[in-house]
T-cell receptor, first 116, second 114 residues
């Protein structure tokens, strides 16, 4: 069963607009970690952020911010003032502390297209 | 210096052939992984090794055989290639196999089986 759901297949925005990517996860573990990765058109996977299950404090890092809510099992990611270079596929991923041995379980990804 | 490198970047071969993909990391990490990304961009783990020991084997056909000669290298050998093996294969590494650590990915190897 899919443990990470990214319902948005593609989001298109015009440069300087904000874009929010939704991620809903499912786990019975009390300790787990959530990640966002970026895959630009060049194909490599780039680590962006990590959040642990005990820290629901939302944060901002430059143009990136994230909203983690355990009550709704959501870990949403926002890019503020989008730029063309933000065009990529963004993946949400879950790593459970119990018996997963570091395995990342990815969502299906959301394609972000930023046009000038 | 590239942290996680893979060779080759592209691999085109015919059904039934045997091929290998090599991966090396210079981060000093203990754990390495192979992931498969299919044509719909879905990423799924195949194997992981920790200090040369197989940890995860995620119901992958036994035509796929990983080998880790040392903790900095993890190679993937595929026998009797099938059309369905066409995909992008990513190698990754992390400091160790606890869930906390982020994984660093190689550039990927695009395998096309004709």
């Amino acid at each position: 069963a899919q443990k990470v759901t990214q319902a948005q297949t593609e989001i298109s925005v015009v440069e300087k607009e904000d874009v929010t990517l939704d991620c809903v996860y499912e786990t019975r573990d009390t300790t787990y970690y959530l990640f966002w990765y970026k895959q630009p058109p060049s194909g490599e996977l780039v680590f962006l952020i990590r959040r642990n299950s005990f820290d629901e404090q939302n944060e901002i890092s430059g143009r990136y911010s994230w909203n983690f809510q355990k009550s709704t099992s959501s870990f949403n990611f926002t890019i503020t003032a989008s730029q063309v270079v933000d065009s990529a596929v963004y993946f949400c991923a879950l790593s459970e502390a119990t018996d997963s041995w570091g395995k990342l379980q990815f969502g299906a990804g959301t394609q972000v297209v930023v046009t000038p | 210096d590239t942290a996680v490198s893979q060779t080759p970047k592209y691999l085109v071969t015919q059904m039934g052939n045997d091929k290998s993909i090599k991966c090396e990391q210079n981060l000093g990490h203990d754990t390495m992984y192979w992931y498969k990304q299919d044509s719909k961009k879905f990423l799924k783990i195949m194997f992981s090794y920790n200090n040369k020991e197989l940890i995860i084997n995620e119901t992958v056909p036994n035509r796929f055989s990983p080998k880790s000669p040392d903790k900095a290298h993890l190679n993937l050998h595929i026998n009797s290639l099938e059309l369905g093996d066409s995909a992008v294969y990513f190698c990754a590494s992390s400091q160790d196999m606890t869930a906390y650590y982020e994984q660093y990915f190689g550039p990927g190897t695009r395998l096309t089986v004709t």
